[in-house]
């Protein structure tokens, strides 16, 4: 008896591999896919490697061959994506369900936004101990300025402080450096 794999279906996709493999096993028939991982994640290689095979014993060839003729493939239309009968009480509250969460996700947005101006502010005045503090700060606020969105007028004093003490918190570090370096170098001569 030979164990040798022999190939009864040759398929583009793992679902359609996956359908005939179920099909073949429900008629009691042991059966087995190649190269399904390869071309699930590579599909562009799909038509190189040759398709996912579905490959069954020798044995069971015959039998394997009339369950895959009998196999209808299946076919999505149109119309299945669009509501049908009976779906468009569904379609309603998906309607409904939507709008919810759009409404959410502009409460969720300018509470975000708020959380940003407050940690820009904080981090502009806790950068006066610590520098690495005041560069995390411009990050955000250059998000806040990228964003574009309005701001409070709460929201723009915050900003604008920020602005103000990381500026001169930069200005004062760029004029220690420029006088140590002056000093460093002025002792060689």
């Not at 490959?55 to 069971?60: F, R």
């Not at 004029?175 to 140590?180: E, N, P, S, V």
Request: proline share 2%.
């Amino acid at each position: 008896m030979s164990h040798e794999l022999i190939t009864v279906a040759t398929l583009s996709s793992p679902v359609e591999a996956s359908l005939v493999q179920n099909e073949l096993e429900a008629a009691g028939i042991r059966s087995f896919m190649s190269d399904e991982v390869a071309v699930g994640m590579a599909w562009y290689l799909g038509n190189a490697i040759g398709g996912i095979k579905v490959q069954v014993a020798e044995s069971d060839v015959p039998r394997a061959f009339e369950v895959v003729h009998d196999h209808e493939p299946v076919t999505i239309t149109e119309e299945d994506w669009r509501n049908t009968k009976g779906l468009d009480r569904e379609a309603g509250d998906f309607d409904e369900q939507w709008e919810e969460d759009e409404a959410a996700d502009d409460e969720v947005t300018s509470s975000d936004l708020n959380e940003m101006v407050d940690r820009a502010w904080k981090m502009a005045v806790y950068g006066i101990l610590f520098f690495p503090l005041q560069l995390y700060s411009l990050l955000l606020l250059a998000k806040i300025a990228f964003r574009g969105e309005r701001l409070s007028v709460e929201q723009r004093r915050k900003v604008r402080i920020s602005y103000f003490v990381n500026t001169w918190m930069i200005l004062v570090l760029l004029f220690l450096a420029i006088d140590a370096s002056t000093r460093f170098f002025m002792q060689f001569q």
